[in-house]
């Protein structure tokens, strides 16, 4: 038995706030794994006439966004698939606003097995030992929302989504989500030109990468988690940081830093993530549940985040938010070159293809 499992005969389990309580379940043997459970282990499941009310498998998906954005509303759509493409004996339990952590706290908590899903960042599963997908984040990278979607589709990116499994120990990818291109918004003063940026106090996410193009653009780098970034600026501890739309909005940064330029230094896609514990313990039945549910939840989110960016710039306008275009888009490109020139390096060949791709 692998460490982080617990055997329990004669019942089953229901997570709540994630904690495991029990509840009977006539003659079963249950597999807990990571917070979830798996009913009936490797036995086969019962007919559809046979089940309860109750899920037979149960799994906790984490998602740092609030109740109505976009990815949050993306997870839903997600669970909702899972139980309907397996009749109601699978179940997906959300937990948005950052309840589980931030993406470390849950890229470890899925190697541990205490955490079976959640919509990752590109940028900071670079961190996690994925070089590849490195690729994706890299400034100005995609043109615009049809070209990052060419290569997401396409075989170049499911190579880099099948990378995750390889090199990020106990995480797997299913999918991938756009949350729309990242833009910097500032606390007292609009920023245009990258000259504007030089020594502002900017929070990024935890990521190398995102640091480096921070510096690049000559503005220092403050580390503060996410759950913290509202009070930050609000005191002015920081002078800005960087969000997509839909997250800027749904945050409501926009209440204590009413300046947003619409550079898109970052169009790096989010991904579903299932832990490995989790995937190793499901039915390959509930497996392929998960597989299509991922599928079907990408081609969803591609039509909806359209919509979304359009209310939130709409919701901003309204209150008020100074919304900006950088005036030399070419200079903000430039200025990445030894972000390049460091994280990128080693996949010439596979900026070229993104690059070619029409």
């Known amino acids: 038995m692998k460490e982080g499992r617990v055997y329990v005969t004669g019942g089953s389990a229901k997570r709540r706030e994630g904690f495991l309580l029990p509840v009977m379940l006539s003659g079963a043997v249950i597999l807990l794994a990571g917070g979830y459970l798996v009913g009936w282990g490797g036995m086969e499941a019962p ?189 002015g501890s920081v002078d800005g940081a960087e969000n997509p739309p839909v997250s800027y909005y749904y945050n409501k940064f926009y209440e204590v830093a009413p300046y947003y330029v619409r550079d898109g230094h970052t169009y790096a896609p989010g991904v579903i993530l299932v832990s490995e514990i989790t995937w190793e313990a499901l039915a390959e039945a509930d497996r392929q549940v998960l597989a299509e549910a991922a599928r079907l939840t990408q081609d969803y989110n591609r039509e909806e985040i359209e919509r979304a960016d359009q209310a939130a710039y709409e919701a901003l306008k309204r209150a008020g938010v100074k919304i900006l275009e950088p005036e030399d888009s070419e200079a903000w490109s430039e200025a990445m070159e030894p972000v390049y020139q460091k994280h990128g390096k080693q996949f010439l060949d596979l900026i070229e293809e993104i690059h070619q791709k029409p």
């Open 47 to 235: 007919g559809k006439e046979a089940r309860t009310a109750e899920p037979e498998v149960v799994l906790c998906y984490g998602e740092v966004n609030p109740e109505g954005h976009i990815m949050t509303e993306s997870a839903k759509f997600f669970a909702e698939q899972v139980e309907r493409l397996s009749e109601g004996r699978m179940a997906v339990e959300i937990y948005p606003s950052g309840q589980m952590g931030d993406d470390t706290q849950c890229y470890r908590a899925m190697q541990m097995g205490s955490l079976d899903l959640y919509r990752g960042n590109s940028a900071s599963l670079v961190e996690f030992g994925n070089p590849m997908i490195s690729a994706l984040a890299l400034p100005y990278i995609f043109r615009d929302r049809e070209h990052f979607w060419k290569v997401c589709e396409s075989p170049l990116g499911q190579e880099i989504l099948d990378n995750i499994q390889a090199e990020c120990e106990g995480i797997r990818g299913l999918g991938y989500l756009d949350e729309g291109a990242r833009n910097f918004f500032t606390r007292e003063k609009p920023v245009t030109r990258v000259e504007d940026m030089k020594d502002l106090r900017i929070r990024i996410q935890i990521s190398e990468l995102m640091e480096d193009t921070v510096k690049a653009l000559g503005a220092k780098v403050v580390p503060i988690a996410y759950v913290e970034l509202y009070t930050a600026l609000q005191s």
